[in-house]
């Protein structure tokens, strides 16, 4: 299945485009008009009046943009090479730091006023923004004059985000060479990399050693763009006076240092549970060390014995669906009906799986690269729930619809979990190996994986300030981070490359890229076992803390449902439910 755009623009010279950019110019320009009057010597009565015009304006702008932007961004995921969409992404780029500027003008108008929080009450716009508000008067102390501002702006859209675009481009774009049954090929990275997921342990090896081959070709350009990345988000966090990238990083994914330290703790204490499984897979594939291959993390141990093709998988989760909520049925029956997903492998399209959501039409729109296997069909299913976490929100304010990456994962791995436990009742022994075996591996990933990940961007972060890493020096990084996860779970030779590969390292406004992950992943497990015990209750919350997601600190938004993430306690008996995955599974495959 392909996607359709059509609903977004028919095209980067249709009409609709056009004008839609055009507006979007315009409203920056009315704004900025806006933002000159004098608003300090406005009563209370008119200073109100005054802002939520501001808030309508702002409204219009990031409505045009959202839109803008999606059709761009969605166009060039499918054809990396499209130049149409290269040099629109290079306007909207551009207009970007321009939004960005309302921000800054935004910020100094609402902290010039001490009273503006209890002003907030005599307005219905201005008190659905009190908490877009409140965060707005947190960053106030962060922002720099507005001509700094937009010179760094365009400094980093030229530079840094640049190289960010040199990532995925070469990424995407490079074929990777490997023998494949006596015939040499040139295949994408994308299906190469999903050869990993092959039974046969030497077609696995042959795709791990292309694909580690590929990348010398790509480790020096590779390494400039992650030093020039890396760089410039210490000196821009240093301006704005952040106390390091991790504390912003904090910020923006609204949760403490507290939060996190029980989060990693916990981390910490699950390995040696991780590397028991990850240990007992390697003997069952048949390795004679116990050491587990980088190679082997992602395949099965088991054949399947029939087809996962795309129709199964689709009927499997409309089915499903229905069977956990009507509403959420009708909802994932309307995606695959109105071709909001592209899951097709081919030549020009990114690796890897998203979910965009499109407030401004109200849709969303999912990229995967679909294999035929439970794999595709779980994964489906995670962006399925991206996408009705937008549609839960679609009637919010669209400044409201902004949440961060902590709670970006709490629709879609509940969604996964929901659709693996599914799968489970109605299987065979085999596929039910199968189907822990994918839960297991994939709390493996978000929690070890991701951990070495988390220590991997920590020390560049650390080390990249005073010197040049090298590739050599990028290698050594990634290989003593895994070696800290994964421990003695794996064969010594890791896969010190992965940072050439994960486009998450190269994000300028979205550093440490992955410690809300495995955040995302426990609070859908604690959310998954609540259903369990409370399905009655649980829709109505569960849409509560979806709709309130972008206007809470995660603390405040957990404390809805009862649960105090500050305590190591939460995740604990998330990893629990992991722990009870593994005890099925060692019971099913000790019997074979």
């Known amino acids: 299945m392909k996607w359709n755009l059509d609903s977004l623009y028919k095209g980067f010279n249709s009409f609709a485009y056009k004008n839609d950019l055009e507006n979007l110019e315009m409203e920056i320009s009315h704004i900025n008009k806006k933002f000159n009057e004098d608003f300090k010597n406005l009563n209370d009565e008119k200073f109100i009046e005054f802002l939520e015009e501001i808030f309508l304006k702002y409204e219009k702008i990031y409505s045009f943009y959202d839109k803008l932007h999606n059709f761009v961004f969605l166009t060039l995921s499918t054809n990396s090479s499209n130049k149409e969409g290269i040099d629109n992404d290079l306007i909207l780029d551009d207009l970007g730091v321009k939004i960005s500027l309302i921000n800054s003008n935004l910020s100094k108008i609402i902290s010039s006023r001490e009273n503006v929080l209890t002003l907030l009450y005599k307005s219905e716009i201005l008190n659905e923004y009190k908490f877009l508000i409140e965060e707005i008067l947190k960053e106030s102390k962060h922002l720099l004059s507005n001509d700094l501002e937009e010179t760094m702006g365009k400094i980093y859209n030229y530079g840094a985000v640049y190289f960010s675009k040199l990532q995925e481009s070469l990424v995407s774009k490079y074929k990777v060479e490997i023998n494949l049954n006596g015939e040499n090929k040139e295949i994408p990275l994308t299906e190469c990399r999903s050869l990993l997921e092959s039974t046969c342990k030497e077609t696995r090896r042959k795709a791990f050693e292309s694909e580690k081959k590929l990348y010398k070709f790509m480790k020096e350009p590779l390494a400039y763009s992650i030093n020039s990345i890396k760089k410039s988000f210490i000196y821009d966090t240093k301006k704005r006076g952040y106390d390091s990238p991790l504390s912003r990083s904090l910020d923006n994914n609204r949760i403490s240092h507290e939060i996190l330290d029980s989060m990693i703790s916990v981390v910490k204490e699950s390995l040696p549970f991780f590397r028991e499984f990850l240990k007992l897979k390697s003997k069952l594939l048949g390795n004679k060390s116990e050491r587990i291959n980088f190679y082997d993390l992602f395949s099965p141990t088991k054949s399947l014995s029939k087809e996962i093709n795309f129709e199964y998988g689709k009927e499997f989760l409309i089915k499903n669906f229905y069977d956990f909520s009507k509403e959420v049925g009708d909802f994932v029956k309307n995606a695959f009906e109105n071709n909001w997903i592209d899951s097709e492998i081919y030549e020009g399209k990114v690796g890897g799986a998203f979910c ?60 996964e979990t929901l659709i693996c436990d599914k799968a489970y009742e109605s299987l065979d022994k085999d596929e039910k190996i199968l189907i822990l075996e994918y839960e297991l591996n994939n709390g493996a990933q978000l929690v070890v994986d991701i951990y070495s990940r988390f220590l991997f961007e920590k020390e560049v972060f650390e080390r990249c300030e005073n010197e040049f890493l090298t590739p050599e020096n990028l290698h050594e990084i990634m290989k003593k981070a895994q070696e800290d996860s994964y421990g003695d779970s794996m064969n010594p030779e890791y896969f010190k490359e992965a940072w050439i590969y994960k486009s998450h390292y190269y994000d300028f406004y979205n550093n440490f890229y992955n410690f809300p992950y495995t955040f995302g992943h426990l609070f859908s497990l604690g959310l998954y076992k609540f259903y369990l015990n409370n399905k009655e209750e649980f829709i109505p919350k569960y849409n509560m803390i979806l709709k309130n997601s972008g206007k809470n600190n995660l603390k405040d938004l957990c404390n809805m449902c009862g649960i105090d993430i500050t305590k190591k306690e939460f995740f604990k008996n998330s990893i629990e439910i992991l722990k009870d995955k593994f005890e099925k599974y060692k019971s099913l495959v000790c019997e074979n």
């Open 356 to 415: 965009s959501n499109i407030n401004p039409i109200k849709e969303s729109r999912i990229l995967l690269n679909y294999t035929n296997s439970y794999e595709g069909i779980f994964t489906l299913a995670h962006e399925l729930g991206h996408a009705y976490h937008g549609e839960v929100l679609k009637n919010e304010r669209i400044l409201n619809t902004n949440y961060p990456m902590t709670i970006a994962e709490t629709a879609s791995i509940f969604f």
